[in-house]
């Protein structure tokens, strides 16, 4: 049993350590604070981070500012903040392409999506959807299924690169079809969805919350939702499971995360914040008009359901290239 100086020397040095980890949590964010997307302006991850910057700014009267790092499907904007110091001031907005589907299918992924990020809360359900030019004669997946057998290596099909949700639809398409497909690699949404409209392009699967808008001009058609449930907003819609096609639906999701080694009492302020913003009308409001399924999961959930996709994710392409 401590007594006597050294007692009193260890009590000093614990209250100090306490006031310093309060005084440090206090005072965090002590500046701006910037959330990385990896997609262009205008792009899905785009939206959910500046809703997200908006909300986080309101609370910490700190102002939280949006950096678009787009490239390599979104692995540039997780590589920056994987290598960012481990002080809450930079965030990642990730996602299935940059955490999930980089993870099973690259090899020489430059970070590691368990080890060197830690999980603040997941914000949003994404739905993903087969659309096609208005201008081509693709009314239907059978539609598409057939021109594929009938014309092998013309189908043009938008990705954002190998690790997308879009370029593994695009394989089992391929698959479910017997014949090829000239996948066209794009650095975000915006500008494949662009491409699409113009007719520079057959067809894609994206975010609906960016195809949506056109859809109802008649600028695009939605052929098919490629995750496990029909979209809300497009009942009618049906899923690419329904449709027969040998394809294991994924339902993607957008989170927050920051570098591994943050400080936990950063992190609960972090959680906090992330909570706050999620719980807003406004903010889900917002979501919901787009398309998303707003949700609050805790950081460990969060982890959870980041390592359960990896595998899974992992074992729908190994039987999408069978």
Same mark, same amino acid.
């Given at each position: 049993m ?9 009590l ?5 350590l ?6 440090w949590?206090?005072d965090?964010p002590s500046? %701006?604070?910037t959330? +990385?997307?990896g997609?262009?302006p205008?792009?899905p991850?785009d ?7 908006q909300g986080?700014?309101?609370i910490?009267?700190?102002p939280? +500012?949006v950096?678009?790092?787009t490239g390599a499907?979104g692995t540039?904007?997780a590589?920056v903040?994987? !290598?960012?110091p #481990?002080?809450?001031h930079t965030?990642l907005?990730?996602?299935?392409? *940059?955490?999930v ?6 090899p020489?992924l &430059?970070?590691?999506?368990? !080890?060197?990020?830690?999980p603040?809360?997941?914000? /949003?359900?994404?739905q ?8 081509s *004669?693709?009314?239907?997946t059978q539609?598409?299924l057939?021109?594929?057998?009938? *014309? %092998?290596g013309r189908?043009?099909?938008?990705? +954002?690169? &190998?690790a997308?949700?879009g *370029?593994l639809?695009? @394989? #089992?398409?391929?698959?479910?079809a017997?014949?090829e497909i000239l996948?066209?690699?794009y650095?975000?949404? /915006?500008t494949?969805?662009?491409?699409l409209? /113009?007719?520079r392009i057959d067809a894609t699967?994206t ?5 949506a &808008?056109?859809a109802a @001009? ?11 449930k029909?979209a809300?907003g497009?009942?009618n819609?049906p899923?690419l499971?329904?449709?027969g ?5 994924i ?6 995360l920051?570098?591994?080694g943050t400080p936990?009492?950063?992190l609960v302020?972090? !959680? /906090?914040?992330?909570?706050r913003v ?7 409001n !917002?979501?919901?008009?787009r398309g998303?399924? %707003?949700i609050?999961d805790?950081s #460990?959930?969060?982890g ?5 996709d990896?595998d899974?994710w992992?074992n729908a392409?190994?039987?999408?290239d069978?």
């Amino acid at each position: 049993m401590r007594s006597g100086p050294a007692l009193s020397s260890l009590l000093l040095a614990t209250a100090c350590l306490c006031a310093c980890c309060a005084s440090w949590t206090k005072d965090f964010p002590s500046r %701006p604070v910037t959330i +990385v997307a990896g997609n262009e302006p205008g792009g899905p991850t785009d939206f959910v981070a500046r809703a997200v910057a908006q909300g986080l700014t309101e609370i910490w009267d700190q102002p939280v +500012v949006v950096e678009n790092r787009t490239g390599a499907g979104g692995t540039i904007a997780a590589q920056v903040v994987a !290598r960012a110091p #481990a002080d809450g001031h930079t965030l990642l907005l990730g996602g299935q392409l *940059n955490l999930v589907a980089a993870a099973a299918l690259d090899p020489q992924l &430059p970070y590691d999506p368990v !080890r060197d990020f830690t999980p603040i809360g997941r914000i /949003a359900l994404v739905q993903f959807v087969l659309a096609a030019s208005s201008g081509s *004669n693709l009314t239907s997946t059978q539609v598409l299924l057939a021109h594929i057998r009938a *014309n %092998p290596g013309r189908l043009t099909f938008g990705t +954002v690169g &190998p690790a997308s949700v879009g *370029n593994l639809v695009a @394989q #089992a398409l391929k698959a479910e079809a017997g014949g090829e497909i000239l996948t066209i690699p794009y650095k975000g949404a /915006a500008t494949m969805v662009t491409d699409l409209l /113009a007719g520079r392009i057959d067809a894609t699967v994206t975010d609906l919350s960016v195809l949506a &808008p056109h859809a109802a @001009q008649g600028s695009l058609r939605l052929l098919a939702v490629v995750g496990s449930k029909r979209a809300s907003g497009f009942p009618n819609l049906p899923t690419l499971a329904e449709q027969g096609l040998g394809y294991r639906p994924i339902d993607p999701w957008y989170g927050l995360l920051a570098p591994a080694g943050t400080p936990e009492e950063v992190l609960v302020i972090l !959680r /906090a914040g992330l909570q706050r913003v999620t719980s807003m009308p406004e903010f889900r409001n !917002r979501l919901v008009q787009r398309g998303y399924v %707003p949700i609050q999961d805790s950081s #460990a959930e969060f982890g959870a359901a980041l390592r359960s996709d990896i595998d899974r994710w992992k074992n729908a392409s190994q039987e999408a290239d069978r």
